[in-house]
């Protein structure tokens, strides 16, 4: 009976959690091509049959009647969470390669010491870290600035690539840095030709952490940035706080989270990838 059972109740709630997560996703992009009529005739989602689809959403993001032009929004937010996501990567995977190779000690501190001061950064509520940002960035002159914003990002961004890669590193065995050794390798060229190709998985999982992570933060950005740079969920907070057209607000959030699904699925491929059968001779 049990193993009858089993498979009704693992499809049900597979089915269940599908409808919980793809439900929002498309009230929020038939709401995108409606229109005042539309939206005040109540509860229709079913385009060409409840209703006419339109895209005044869509145009009003980019600059349309009543709306916020998104593009500068968007190139910001792309420039920010690009730059922060390589240099947060480069930064933390030789951060995390050396201490997941070589054992650090002072005094009483290890290296699981050090990992955790890393992600121990993450663990304060971002009140406490915007201060010392905004006075350091209105000291340096990078106050209101892409470069500011990008600094700020690789500091949030920079302790997750430590702690994920970390992890991976340690999963890799030790016997590819030896044979690589043997080949005559320095310990930086054997990061670079013999760890780094066997670890694109890890990679990925720690450039989509990052990506999500920069694309998404509001705080910082609102808290760094007055006039000259805005990023694109400071133009969708915007566009909200002014006349609530619902159409244009859920094209402008459908039009935000797009580039991470997009990446979502670029990026599935490569975490199958990396086996490491075969790659200790």
């Known amino acids: 009976m049990r193993s009858r ?7 049900t709630v597979i ?3 599908a409808c919980f997560v793809a439900g929002p996703f498309f009230w929020a992009m038939t709401t995108s091509f409606k229109d005042v ?9 079913l385009p060409w049959l409840q209703y006419e689809p339109t895209v005044v959403g869509w145009r009003n993001i980019f600059g349309g009647a009543g709306g916020v032009d998104v593009t500068q929004p968007f190139l910001n937010s792309a420039v920010v969470t690009v730059l922060a996501s390589a240099i947060s990567l480069v930064l933390g995977s030789l951060a995390a390669y050396a201490l997941s190779r070589y054992r650090f000690k002072f005094g009483f501190i290890k290296n699981s010491d050090i990992v955790f001061f890393f992600v121990s950064q993450r663990i304060m509520p971002p009140v406490v870290l915007v201060i010392p940002f905004f006075y350091l960035l209105q000291w340096t002159g990078l106050l209101d600035t892409v470069v500011g914003l990008v600094i700020v990002t690789v500091a949030l961004l920079l302790p997750i690539a430590v702690w994920v890669m970390v992890d991976f590193f340690n999963g890799i065995p ?3 840095d030896e044979m690589a050794m043997l080949d005559g390798c320095a310990p930086f060229q054997t990061f ?16 989509m952490f990052c990506a999500v992570f920069g694309w998404n933060d509001f705080f ?3 808290r760094l940035t007055f006039t000259e740079v805005q990023t694109l969920p400071q133009a969708v907070v915007a566009l909200n706080s002014s006349i ?4 244009t607000l859920s094209a402008a959030a459908l039009f935000g989270v797009a ?23």
């Open 174 to 176: 030790r016997e590819i």
């Open 5 to 11: 059972l089993y498979p009704v109740f693992k499809y």
């Open 15 to 17: 089915a269940l959690w």
């Open 37 to 45: 009529n539309g939206v005040q005739g109540g509860a229709t989602y």
């Open 220 to 222: 910082f950005a609102f």
């Open 192 to 207: 670079v030709r013999a760890i780094l190709p066997n670890s694109l998985p890890g990679l990925t999982v720690a450039a």
């Open 259 to 281: 580039p991470l699904i997009l990446l979502a699925l670029w990026v599935e491929r490569y975490l199958s990838k990396g086996n490491l059968s075969g790659a200790v001779r």
């Open 244 to 247: 609530p057209p619902w159409w």
